[in-house]
């Protein structure tokens, strides 16, 4: 196959390490693992010893240099360090710590300046295209209600500052409720979901958001609402945990791996 794809991957989480599997069992064609960048080599190395053929340990400056797509899976106080030289290299960026495009907008702008991608896979939810298709006409509201298991929230450090504790309740309560813009800056961990819907619908201080904690759940659960002049809709996704991280949906990888197949599919279904 001609034209292949050199794809690096930054981060040897949930996301990095399936992702890498899958691209080195040839199950995403037009794409060839050239990378890995992760927080020792030793992650690496880890990583390496699961896939058939290994590929080196690299810095962010060299997967911008060296990749002609990048797969960023960072903790969110390192993506700008990935993302501005890998969009200052021109290249395709897929971003997963969705959140951080909220705190840094500027990049948006720099990608076409220097001829770069930014791609945001649907990741833990559902309901893009008709969100996207809807943004053509007018969008009245939407808003996004995030339900997490206690475990899931009882550590977040904006429930020590508000003093709010989880401990025995028995039935859901609300954390916080504003603009994605609002709850983001409280819980850049917990809305990804929340800020890529904004995104692709009417931004981030018009979308509105919930995030409860519901100790009936043990699975983070998304509900969102949509008003339009076009059509009305409801999507809902319960998502379960990946085995190697809680903390991170199973659909979520399986996401980015699709969104690589379509990118050389013959027959291409949905926006």
């Not at 939810?125 to 809807?134: E, I, N, R, V």
């Not at 899931?152 to 429930?159: E, N, R, S, T, V």
């Not at 692709?200 to 983070?220: C, H, K, S, Y």
Request: hydrophobic share 45%; glycine share 8%; charged share 15%.
């Amino acid at each position: 196959m001609g034209n292949i794809k050199k794809i690096g991957i930054a981060g040897t989480g949930a996301i990095g390490t399936t992702v890498a599997q899958a691209l080195s069992r040839g199950d995403i064609p037009g794409f060839k693992l050239a990378g890995i960048a992760a927080s020792s080599q030793a992650r690496s190395d880890a990583l390496n010893a699961t896939l058939s053929t290994p590929v080196p340990f690299m810095s962010f400056g060299e997967l911008a240099n060296e990749c002609d797509w990048v797969l960023e899976g960072l903790p969110p106080a390192l993506f700008v360090d990935l993302a501005r030289p890998v969009l200052s290299a021109g290249k395709v960026l897929i971003v997963l710590s969705c959140s951080q495009l909220l705190e840094h907008q500027d990049l948006i702008p720099h990608a076409q300046e220097h001829g770069a991608r930014i791609v945001v896979p649907s990741g833990a939810m559902l309901g893009f295209d008709a969100l996207k298709a809807a943004a053509v006409g007018e969008i009245h509201s939407v808003v996004i209600e995030t339900r997490k298991p206690v475990a899931g929230l009882i550590k977040a450090p904006y429930l020590a500052q508000e003093k709010i504790d989880l401990t025995g309740i028995t039935e859901a309560v609300r954390i916080i409720e504003g603009s994605v813009t609002e709850v983001a800056r409280v819980f850049p961990a917990n809305v990804n979901v929340a800020a890529a819907l904004s995104l692709a619908g009417i931004g981030p201080d018009r979308t509105r958001m919930e995030v409860w904690a519901d100790p009936t759940l043990d699975r983070n659960t998304h509900t969102v609402r949509v008003t339009s002049d076009s059509s009305d809709f409801t999507v809902a996704i319960q998502g379960r945990p990946s085995a190697k991280n809680p903390a991170t949906g199973r659909i979520t990888p399986l996401s980015v791996i699709a969104m690589l197949q379509n990118q050389s599919a013959t027959l291409r279904i949905g926006t």
